[in-house]
């Protein structure tokens, strides 16, 4: 999970600066995952360096990061799976998921649902009715 330090291009400054400072002939380590849920892993790695732990799954913008309870920028690696930077030492990586428009696509879903269901029984009601009323009433 903790591989040497390469160029990200989507890093903020100051990380970028600690990747250019940082030895990169930190050997690969393989951390632990605590936690693998679907919208939260928990990682644990002992780097011996500065670093960037890869979780070898699917980059998105929704993904956020912790590193030992502080923010950490998360950064996609190889061009699909996602990253955190850390320094030397043990360290606890929480990754969550959330993403805005995914809840509000939901919700349009779930309305659009409960629309079709309000459609077809008041459809089925109209039916029901047709059939209950006598044939004399139907003219009027």
Do not use: K
């Amino acid at each position: 999970l903790h591989y040497p330090l390469r160029r990200q291009r989507q890093m903020c400054i100051r990380d970028r600066a600690r990747l250019e400072r940082a030895d990169h002939t930190s050997p690969v380590v393989p951390g632990r995952v605590d936690t693998w849920r679907r919208n939260q892993v928990v990682v644990t790695v002992d780097a011996p360096g500065d670093g960037l732990v890869v979780v070898r799954e699917l980059f998105h913008p929704g993904w956020t990061a912790t590193v030992d309870g502080r923010p950490a920028h998360v950064v996609p690696v190889d061009g699909w799976a996602r990253g955190v930077l850390v320094g030397p030492g043990p360290h606890r990586i929480v990754f969550r998921f959330d993403a805005p428009l995914y809840r509000w696509w939901s919700l349009l879903a779930l309305l659009g649902w409960l629309g079709l269901a309000g459609a077809g029984g008041w459809w089925w009601w109209r039916q029901r009715a047709a059939r209950l009323t006598p044939v004399a009433d139907r003219s009027a």
